[in-house]
């Protein structure tokens, strides 16, 4: 019951920020003329930002890039962590394994943050470039993670035979040391996934990856602040959907986690009570 009512909370504090990213822009219709800058009411539910735009239209509008380039940044990053760690683990080839290792361990000594914008500086990315930077930064640590869990696997009697009996690289790899090690990578994703997000509306909020004006909410969040007391909702609204974001990440992958974990707990109960 407490594992259906934390997935149920996490559900209930995604749902909000989620659809309005996704579905927003559908709803948003024409932009009609502006306005005076930071005023409420006169036709406008949460009053104007900087420079008299609908401060909900532009709610509508600024969820999509902020989610699409996270959920991006999060598959790439995995995408080549993956492979990476799975080679090094299996690998008999020390020399390899330090040369797939080694040049991850240097990226990770450099602060995420000041990596992604000191290549802004250089290339100035957009939002795909955004994705790309971001990915990077977060590939070091998760190739460890999934190397650290992985190697475990790797060390069982059990990989030994299935090389004896012939199983091809990626049967071994995939069927059994990757899927050994699915419930960390799991857990790791729900972790790491709050961090992509709260990285990309930090590059946002600093302006990489995204035009000065641009509908974003991380955006919205740092034109909107010298209006502060003025006109609130121009920033609360927006910064209070990245938190809902963020925290409805982690509930619901720490619920998922915890579902499988009594799963497997009661299934094991069950087993031993078969042999008794």
Do not use: C
């Not at 996704?22 to 900087?50: V, Y």
């Not at 492979?83 to 040049?103: D, F, H, I, N, Q």
């Not at 990309?200 to 502060?228: C, E, I, K, Y």
């Amino acid at each position: 019951m407490r594992t259906h009512r934390r997935f149920a909370l996490g559900l209930t504090v995604i749902a909000v920020p989620l659809v309005l990213a996704l579905l927003g822009p559908l709803f948003t219709g024409d932009p009609g003329p502006r306005a005076t800058s930071f005023t409420l009411g006169g036709g406008h539910w949460l009053g104007t930002d900087f420079v008299g735009r609908d401060v909900w239209q532009q709610v509508l509008l600024g969820g999509r890039t902020v989610v699409l380039t996270a959920l991006a940044a999060t598959a790439l990053g995995y995408l080549v962590a993956v492979p990476v760690a799975l080679v090094s683990a299996l690998t008999r080839l020390r020399w390899l394994e330090e040369l797939l290792m080694r040049p991850l361990d240097v990226l990770l000594a450099v602060p995420s943050l000041l990596l992604i914008l000191l290549v802004a500086s250089v290339l100035s990315p957009g939002a795909a470039g955004l994705a790309l930077l971001v990915a990077l930064v977060n590939v070091p640590d998760a190739a460890r993670i999934v190397r650290a869990a992985a190697g475990e696997a790797a060390a069982r009697p059990a990989v030994e035979a299935l090389r004896m009996q012939g199983e091809t690289w990626w049967r071994i790899a995939v069927g059994y040391v990757g899927r050994s090690a699915l419930r960390t990578l799991a857990a790791d994703a729900g972790i790491r996934l709050t961090g992509v997000l709260y990285l990309v509306s930090t590059a946002a909020f600093l302006g990489v990856g995204v035009a000065p004006d641009a509908a974003d909410w991380a955006v919205m969040v740092d034109r909107n602040r010298t209006g502060l007391f003025v006109q609130p909702w121009a920033v609360v609204v927006p910064a209070l959907l990245i938190v809902a974001l963020t925290m409805g990440t982690n509930l619901l992958f720490d619920a998922a986690l915890e579902k499988k974990a009594v799963l497997e707990k009661k299934a094991a109960l069950e087993k031993k009570g078969r042999r008794r």
